[in-house]
């Protein structure tokens, strides 16, 4: 059971940034990626399809006997995790409770910033998620939906990102807050221009790496991690709906390593 593979699902490329911290902290566990790239973005999508979409991809990753599924996609954490969960027979671990645990534990102002997709700020799941912990904790949140095409262009260091990141985020700033929490898959890589236009003062949480050490924790207390060594080639796994060939392309700048086996899938 130890050496089967992680499944990781996401709605396109962006969920590499999960799997980019799995392979840095779990050096010895396989992977096997789902990005549903036929489809991508789910973040403007209606909960019903998110759903029916989710279903699908956890259905195929089942199916290639995984020992436990990550959502690395926070629009599907926020909008179906606990069906999921009761849908598997697997551990399945979303990327909001991580953030949120993260969150509370940076924050002194008790003022976070939260940024997502429009479906996860409408869900409101990190406000539940970071209240249940402390509930005297404000949180305001911003849906930043032109984010993901400048990360997916390469964009990380142009005027118009600049430009793109204080219009979305200087209202939080000037609110106060003191922690900001990047709840989508594609953020951690405008970690550091997100950083330059904020400033250093402004914590930034990184819901890969939380959820990344979950996944250890998870895998440790149920005697699951993998003591063998795979070569490398054999580990990793990709898989998509559409364009494997664009996948491969933004794919390797999100993992800054090569892709090899990857396959276009039906779901
Ligand atoms: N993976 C999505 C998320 O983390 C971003 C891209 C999309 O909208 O599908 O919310």
């Not at 930043?144 to 600049?162: H, M, N, Q, R, S």
């Not at 200087?170 to 003191?178: F, N, V």
Request: aromatic share 6%.
């Amino acid at each position: 059971m130890s050496s089967k593979p992680i499944g990781v699902f996401d709605s396109g490329v962006g969920g590499l940034t999960v799997s980019k911290e799995i392979m840095e902290l779990l050096p010895h566990e396989a992977i096997v990626y789902l990005g549903d790239t036929a489809r991508v973005p789910y973040g403007s999508k209606s909960p019903e399809t998110i759903t029916r979409y989710a279903f699908e991809g956890l259905k195929f990753l089942l199916s290639m006997n995984v020992k436990l599924v990550v959502i690395a996609c926070n629009t599907v954490s926020a909008t179906c995790l606990k069906e999921l969960q009761n849908n598997s027979n697997v551990p399945v671990i979303g990327v909001i409770e991580p953030g949120a645990r993260a969150a509370v534990r940076t924050t002194t102002s008790k003022k976070v910033g939260v940024i997502g997709t429009e479906r996860t700020v409408k869900s409101k799941v990190y406000e539940s998620a970071i209240k249940e912990i402390d509930s005297e904790i404000m949180i305001l949140s911003k849906a930043c939906p032109l984010f993901v095409p400048l990360i997916e262009e390469g964009w990380l260091d142009k005027e118009a990102t600049y430009l793109t990141i204080a219009e979305y985020l200087m209202p939080l700033k000037k609110e106060g807050i003191d922690t900001l929490v990047l709840g989508c898959t594609h953020y951690p890589l405008l970690k550091p221009s997100i950083a330059r236009v904020l400033g250093e003062e402004i914590k930034l949480v990184d819901c890969a790496k939380e959820t990344a050490r979950i996944v250890r924790e998870t895998l440790e207390s149920m005697g699951l991690l993998n003591q063998g060594d795979l070569p490398y080639e054999e580990k990793h796994k990709y898989y998509v709906t559409d364009n494997p060939e664009k996948f491969k392309e933004i794919g390797e700048r999100f993992l800054n390593k090569k892709i090899e086996h990857i396959e276009k899938v039906r779901l």
